[in-house]
């Protein structure tokens, strides 16, 4: 096994800061970004950084191109290892002018670029399987009742996992049918005041999560300041055997308790797992099945958390190629133009057109 290298050790803890205070970057992302850079040193043996050259660049290329990585993966790597060393070079260890011109052969040819940027139809849970879901799953013990709601609050809410494992019980509005998360409270991406109202998901979805925050309210307890999904208390049995008692009063971690949620619950339901954050495609899919109206549409993507409905259309709307060939043969089939709703293609033009 390879020894780690001391002098690039230290230009990684370097270059994090750097990404944290400057950039602000999510802990995430910067353990990201510093995954690419181990495979850059792999590639390259481990010598130091500030030895980079031509012959190190296409040598991290051929590496990099054999790997077993999807081409979206090969593409974010040799970006992320490119913007490295265009730091590296700021910050004055890249001494030469070869070296910093070197950085410019950190880039993919124009095909495997094109390859890396294309995007395919992601898979992603119906509401009708959300529903089947949720009505397959037990609701009597705390962490039962729990696990529940968390699955119908995400449908409910399109809330990213990161987000919802630090909202507390006073985000969610009944009356109003509202969800806060401020930033200085909720973890919300790029730190994002995000206000969104019920989506239109079905009653016995917003009932699962009615019922479980009345539970926690009359039953545990629980007040405004307390967790919305909080922890599972821990205990032992007889044997000395840990087992579940019940809620704690704390914030999950990380959102890893959330992902192994879904995954049982669509396991149960002999469904195949999708992501938490896949809701965002289940309701963008919903949007368009719903029929929605320009401005609707555009109320349903700040819903989301997004300032521009491209974003939501573009991350989140992509149609399968049978979404796609039903749409377009279904055009043909209507005869009053006048009152059919607007197509993709149509909403798009029109943003575009607008500069929106």
Same mark, same amino acid.
Do not use: E, V
């Given at each position: 096994m390879v020894e780690l290298n001391a002098k690039n050790e230290r230009l990684k803890i370097a270059y994090a800061v750097f990404m944290d205070e400057y950039d602000g970057l999510a802990q995430s992302t910067i353990d990201g970004r510093l995954a690419a850079l181990c495979r850059y040193e792999e590639a390259t043996r481990f010598v130091d950084f500030t030895s980079f050259n031509r012959e190190r660049a296409r040598a991290f290329k =051929? %590496?990099?191109l054999k790997t077993g990585l999807v081409s979206a993966t090969k593409l974010s790597t040799m970006n992320q290892v490119k913007a490295f060393f265009q730091w590296l070079a700021n910050e004055g260890h890249l001494k030469t002018v070869a070296q910093k011109r070197a950085i410019g052969l950190l880039r993919l040819s124009r095909k495997d670029t094109r390859a890396g940027q294309a995007s395919r139809p992601k898979k992603f849970a119906s509401i009708a399987e959300f529903k089947q879901i949720i009505a397959n799953m037990p609701n009597k013990t705390p962490t039962e009742r729990r696990n529940r709601a968390l699955i119908a609050f995400t449908a409910l809410s399109g809330a990213?996992?990161?987000a919802i494992i630090t909202m507390q019980v006073k985000h969610i509005d009944f009356d109003k049918r509202e969800i806060m998360q401020h930033p200085d409270e909720v973890n919300t991406k790029n730190s994002k005041l995000i206000v969104t109202w019920f989506f239109t998901v079905g009653e016995e979805i917003e009932n699962a999560v009615r019922d479980y925050v009345i539970y926690l309210r009359e039953e545990l307890g629980f007040c405004d300041d307390d967790p919305l999904f909080p922890k599972t208390r821990m205990g032992q049995d007889e044997n000395d055997c840990f087992v579940w008692e019940g809620l704690t009063k704390e914030h999950w971690a990380n959102a890893g308790p959330v992902r192994k =949620?879904?995954?049982?619950a669509f !396991? %149960? %339901?002999?469904? !195949?797992?999708r992501s938490p954050h896949r809701i965002r495609? !289940?309701?963008?899919a919903q949007a368009f099945d719903l029929g929605l109206s320009g401005r609707e549409l555009k %109320?349903?993507?700040q819903n989301l958390g997004h300032e521009h409905l491209l974003t939501s259309l573009n991350s989140y709307a992509k149609l399968s190629h049978e979404e796609q060939r039903r749409a377009i043969l279904g055009i043909s089939e209507k005869t009053d133009d006048k009152n059919r709703p607007a197509t993709l293609a149509e909403i798009k033009a029109l943003l575009v057109a607008k500069g929106l």
């Open positions: =051929i %590496a990099l990213r996992d990161g =949620i879904f995954k049982q !396991t %149960a %339901a002999g469904l !195949t797992y495609n !289940t309701l963008m %109320a349903w993507s």
